[in-house]
């Protein structure tokens, strides 16, 4: 595609729900990158993939998320048994490689947990 | 752990003035300092990437310049628009090798007042 495109938009979810984000990063492009943005805060890093190297979790807020990508393609990211501190929206980003290029984001999907 | 720091937090200017937005980090050891902006309920839009070896990027209305020794950074937007308006995010990538992918400063927010 001609970006990156996440799915959905939006999510509204009940407390103690599992939800599943989706990232589909720009076509060729080896890293992929998952990040928060909780409102009125920056944005933090949660987890990268590069091609089909085991990604690294220590960024993860807890053992509540994990993330998966088919090889350099789609990415999802999971959350389970949501708690009301998840909120907030979660951006994609790719890029060419790891380092030195430049990252694009998708539009982001903004979880609501009531 | 690399921080960065974004003044001002917010910025209000009438059509036609030229600003300055600051970024500093702490972490010298960077390998790039991508600006984004990001509209309300938008993602992230790159601007403009600059390597570590770089002293500045351009393009179009706007400059980017990187002072690695000092861990200082400026984008200087020129002749500003009511269009201007939006969050101005910088954000540096360690040397570590993506391994803690982007970090972001808060942003400053920009209002161009027409």
């Known amino acids: 595609g001609a970006g990156v495109s996440q799915s959905p938009s939006n999510k509204v979810t009940e407390k103690g729900k599992d939800v599943e984000l989706r990232c589909d990063p720009i076509?060729?492009?080896?890293?992929l990158y998952w990040y928060r943005q909780r409102l009125g805060q920056g944005l933090e890093f949660l987890i990268y993939?590069?091609?089909?190297?085991?990604?690294?979790k220590s960024g993860l807020p807890s053992d509540r998320f994990s993330a998966e990508r088919t090889g350099e393609s789609v990415s999802t990211l999971t959350i389970q048994r949501t708690q009301q501190e998840d909120s907030a929206v979660y951006l994609c980003?790719?890029?060419?490689?790891?380092?030195?290029?430049?990252?694009?984001f998708g539009q982001g999907t903004r979880l609501t947990v009531v | 752990k690399q921080e960065v720091t974004q003044i001002p937090a917010a910025l209000s200017v009438p059509e036609g003035e030229n600003l300055v937005l600051n970024c500093s980090f702490t972490d010298s050891a960077i390998y790039n300092l991508q600006w984004f902006r990001q509209d309300p309920g938008k993602g992230l839009t790159s601007l403009l990437l600059i390597q570590s070896s770089q002293r500045e990027q351009t393009s179009g209305r706007l400059n980017a310049s990187l002072d690695k020794s000092s861990g200082r950074s400026t984008l200087y937007i020129a002749a500003s628009q009511p269009g201007d308006s939006a969050t101005y995010l910088c954000a540096v990538g360690d040397s570590g090798g993506g391994a803690d992918g982007l970090t972001f400063g808060k942003g400053t927010h920009l209002i161009i007042q027409p």
């Open positions: 076509s060729g492009h080896t890293a």
């Open positions: 980003a790719s890029s060419l490689a790891l380092t030195n290029t430049e990252a694009f």
């Open positions: 993939f590069q091609g089909n190297s085991a990604p690294d």
